[in-house]
């Protein structure tokens, strides 16, 4: 278990805030994500999803995400988000991945015990912390697209978290990821309970669009870590929209990448200041 990360959890909980979780794919939106947290002098977790990964190489992937984390001034976590594939979930613990979630929410509860047990037990000889699902929460993340919300109940999430050992849950709870076209509807009851009954840290997804209430209902349940992903493709290409909108055009990619990386940095410490993290 990584011991940095399990006690950047514990003040969490402690201090009640929620630590954010925000999703990068390149060097600019990860310098963004680090930035906007060193301006605040909050700990952050930069995550990266399979796609990406796979997309760039694991050993490129966990190379920038290394360059960016030895640069900060602030502690920070590397997280593997949503990880299917067991070979490279396996790999990313090798190369230097300090958490990854192994997403078993296609599988049948006894299935993603099984196997999530596997990586359990495989990330523990290199210290590595394990975030598993319980559920499967809605939209779409990666290549994984799901329409129907399969929540997590209680009784299976408790089973789910003593049989495997994991080090974070993330329980479908009625979040989604991507654009809510409404209110969702949330089992807030079941991170309390659990939050009150388990060590196991909670861990929300799809924390994009949600409401200030919503956040800090998630902060009085006892939730420790949401992620954020959405959010920061949208100021990405917003940036270089508007970029592309000016006057005259610009030809000056390093000037284009300073206004994204401003973009997504307002949008990461908008977010770090509702997760109530500046009062810990
Ligand atoms: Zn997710």
Known sequence: MNNEYQQMLNNARRGKYILGAFNVFNHISAKAVVKAAEELDSPVIIEMSTS????????????????????????????????????????????????????????????????TKQIVAHAKKYNVHVEGEVGDIKGTEDDIHSDVSLLANFEDTMHFIEQTGVNTIA???????????????????????????????????????????????????????????????????????????????VYEPLKADEEILNAIKEVVKEHIMLFNQLKK
């Open 52 to 115: 990406v990964v796979k997309k760039l190489g694991i050993r490129n992937a966990i190379s920038l995400l290394n360059t960016v984390k030895e640069e900060a001034k602030i502690p920070i976590i590397i997280h593997l988000d949503h990880c299917v594939d067991l070979d490279i979930a396996l790999e990313c613990i090798d190369n230097g991945w300090s958490s990854i979630m192994f997403d078993g929410s296609g599988l049948s509860l006894e299935e993603n015990i099984k196997r």
């Open 171 to 249: 329980p479908a709870i009625g979040t989604a990821h991507g654009q809510y076209n409404g209110i969702p509807h949330i089992n807030y009851e079941l991170i309390e309970r659990l939050a009150n009954e388990s060590s196991c840290p909670v861990v929300i997804h799809g924390g994009t669009g949600l409401s200030k209430e919503a956040y800090e209902r998630f902060i009085k349940c006892g939730a420790a870590k949401l992620n954020i992903s959405t959010a920061i493709k949208q100021a990405y290409i917003d940036a270089i929209i508007q970029f592309s909108k000016k006057e005259k055009v």
